[in-house]
């Protein structure tokens, strides 16, 4: 098993200095961005699209692991791809069967990924993990940062990892920080995402190695 990757969620950054805040972020170390699209449909907030996204890639080679919060996935997918994300995540609340764009994804030649809000049970996603390179497990509903961490989304963590059909990665979003970012790991996650964690600290690269330590231990 690989180490842990940290993966900071531009949600939390400054807008109004993009560049610079893709550039410390690289500096600081991180291995791939996580950028949260959403429509003010699926998620009662707006944040970015398809620009912003292409302004990023313009940016960095990182890796894009960009997680849509949208009703319409479907629509859109190809068009992310496009714009240079590496990861797309799909929500499994607008699927009635997410496995046709899940194999869309990977025909594009991008990872795929499925991911389910809090309330939604492991049980609705089950069917689609054999199409899916990442399972997205969310600890908090989406649509903001800063919210506290949901532990419901350790016990899917712990459920996927032990599940022998499983050879997804297992990816964890929403409240990921110093004081919970260790049971996602010991629960199995690979993936960590975190935004105010991250871009709430001064010294980006002092928080991102503690993060990572604390992912490790
Ligand atoms: C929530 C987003 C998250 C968000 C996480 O809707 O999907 O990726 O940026 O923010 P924090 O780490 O602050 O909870
Ligand atoms: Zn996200």
């Given at each position: 098993?690989?180490?842990p990757?940290?993966?900071?969620s531009?949600?939390a950054c400054d807008?109004?200095?993009?560049?610079?805040e893709?550039?410390?972020?690289?500096?600081?170390?991180?291995h791939?961005?996580?950028?949260d699209v959403?429509?003010?449909?699926?998620?009662?907030n707006?944040s970015f699209?398809?620009?912003v996204?292409?302004?990023?890639?313009?940016?960095t080679?990182?890796p894009?692991?960009v997680?849509?919060?949208?009703?319409?996935p479907?629509?859109?997918?190809q068009?992310?791809r496009?714009?240079?994300?590496?990861?797309i995540?799909?929500?499994?609340?607008v699927l009635d069967?997410?496995?046709?764009?899940?194999?869309?994804?990977?025909?594009?030649?991008a990872?795929a990924g499925l991911?389910l809000?809090?309330?939604?049970p492991l049980?609705?996603i089950?069917?689609a993990?054999?199409h899916?390179?990442?399972?997205?497990?969310?600890?908090v509903?989406?649509?903001f940062?800063?919210?506290?961490?949901d532990p419901v989304?350790?016990?899917?963590?712990?459920r996927?990892?032990d599940?022998?059909?499983?050879?997804?990665?297992?990816e964890?979003?929403g409240?990921?920080?110093q004081s919970?970012?260790?049971?996602?790991?010991a629960?199995?996650?690979?993936?960590l995402v975190?935004?105010t964690?991250?871009f709430?600290?001064?010294d980006?690269?002092?928080?991102?190695?503690?993060?990572?330590?604390l992912a490790?231990s």
């Amino acid at each position: 098993q690989h180490a842990p990757v940290l993966l900071p969620s531009l949600l939390a950054c400054d807008f109004a200095n993009l560049a610079s805040e893709v550039k410390a972020i690289e500096a600081a170390g991180a291995h791939a961005l996580h950028l949260d699209v959403m429509d003010g449909h699926f998620v009662p907030n707006l944040s970015f699209g398809l620009p912003v996204v292409e302004a990023i890639r313009a940016l960095t080679d990182l890796p894009l692991d960009v997680h849509l919060m949208i009703d319409n996935p479907a629509e859109y997918a190809q068009r992310y791809r496009d714009a240079g994300a590496d990861c797309i995540t799909v929500h499994a609340e607008v699927l009635d069967d997410p496995r046709p764009l899940l194999e869309e994804i990977r025909a594009s030649g991008a990872l795929a990924g499925l991911s389910l809000n809090p309330p939604t049970p492991l049980e609705q996603i089950l069917p689609a993990l054999p199409h899916c390179d990442l399972v997205l497990v969310m600890s908090v509903m989406p649509g903001f940062g800063g919210q506290q961490f949901d532990p419901v989304a350790l016990e899917k963590l712990s459920r996927l990892r032990d599940d022998p059909d499983c050879r997804a990665l297992l990816e964890v979003d929403g409240g990921v920080n110093q004081s919970t970012i260790a049971r996602c790991t010991a629960a199995g996650a690979d993936l960590l995402v975190a935004g105010t964690a991250v871009f709430g600290a001064d010294d980006y690269c002092e928080r991102v190695d503690s993060l990572n330590r604390l992912a490790r231990s």
